[in-house]
């Protein structure tokens, strides 16, 4: 017994389903409407390379995206998210058929008109998700040689964050807060040290990771042991640095509306207190 039963052809690679349990489905893989009419079983073997989309909001913007993409631009979309698939072998929010379609969709119509746009928070977008980030290389390269384009590595950090927030299950626009907030974090540790920091530096990527999964703790409630001696030493020996990871600690409260442990301060200022000592 097949699994799906063909409902309505939207075009060769998509197409609207009944699934054995009588819910309806949106089916998305490369050809698979092709050559079929209605009623017809999908078998096993193309079910396994296909998407299924099961939500009816996903299905629903899915659909009203369709009308503005070409054959061989939804083609190359489709053959990203396998890409992303396959690479990130996890499961992945199927959001990411709307978000990301919607996003190349718009990216390149952009590209076209001659409209590019900065990405503020590449190099941080980079340094906090590097696996995300090489995958995403891999799907703008695939994009670019396939639909003779060149986007710009710009798109790489944009697309990163959308495999992240399909990996991880959360909302891109939360991603996408807490880039902004360490964004915000690292402007502030450079007007206080008065220099810009070396973004290609490990001491960098560390800082940058360190805030990453300090906002992960505090959003998730999670309480650090508090090194006391430690942080008497730290506060005593390099007040400037501890000072300032108290501020840092403060616009992280404010922007997250959750408290924040004490002791994040003192691991915060010896992040700090490192990068400090290599800028001497």
């Known amino acids: 017994m097949s699994e799906f039963n063909v409902k309505k052809l939207l075009n060769n690679n998509v197409l609207i389903a009944s699934a054995s349990n009588g819910d309806e489905v949106v089916l998305i893989g490369k050809g698979i409407g092709f050559g079929r009419k ?11 390379k296909t998407f299924v989309l099961k939500g009816a909001k996903e299905q629903e913007q899915y659909k009203k995206l369709l009308p503005y993409l070409d054959e ?16 990130t072998n996890s499961f ?18 952009r590209l076209m008109r001659g409209m590019s746009i900065r990405n503020p928070f590449l190099v941080e977008t980079k340094a906090l998700y590097p696996f995300e980030y090489e995958v995403a290389r891999e799907v703008v390269q695939l994009i670019n040689e396939t639909a003779n384009v060149d986007l710009p590595e710009g798109e790489i950090g944009f697309i990163a964050l ?3 927030s399909s990996m991880v299950n959360k909302d891109l626009s939360e991603i996408n807060q807490h880039s902004q907030l360490i964004s915000r974090l690292i402007e502030t540790i450079e ?4 220099i810009p920091l070396n973004k290609e530096s490990v001491d960098y990527m560390r800082l940058v990771r360190h805030i990453r ?24 020996e390099y007040p400037m640095c501890y000072n300032l990871s108290w501020k840092l600690v403060k616009m992280m ?12 301060a003192v691991y915060l200022t010896m992040h700090l207190q490192r990068i400090q000592n290599k800028i001497k």
């Open 38 to 48: 209605k009623d017809d079983p999908i078998d096993d073997s193309s079910v396994e």
């Open 72 to 87: 061989d631009m939804l083609d190359v979309i489709i053959s990203s998210i396998e890409l992303i698939r396959k690479r």
């Open 92 to 109: 992945l929010n199927e959001h990411i058929h709307v978000a990301l379609t919607d996003h190349i969709m718009f990216a390149i119509t």
């Open 162 to 164: 959308h495999i992240h």
């Open 191 to 194: 007007d206080q040290f008065e």
């Open 213 to 236: 999964y300090t906002i992960e703790r505090v959003l998730n409630g999670e309480k650090v042991e508090e090194p006391e001696k430690i942080a008497s030493l730290l506060k005593e």
């Open 253 to 264: 409260q404010q922007t997250l509306k959750k408290p924040v442990y004490d002791a994040e």
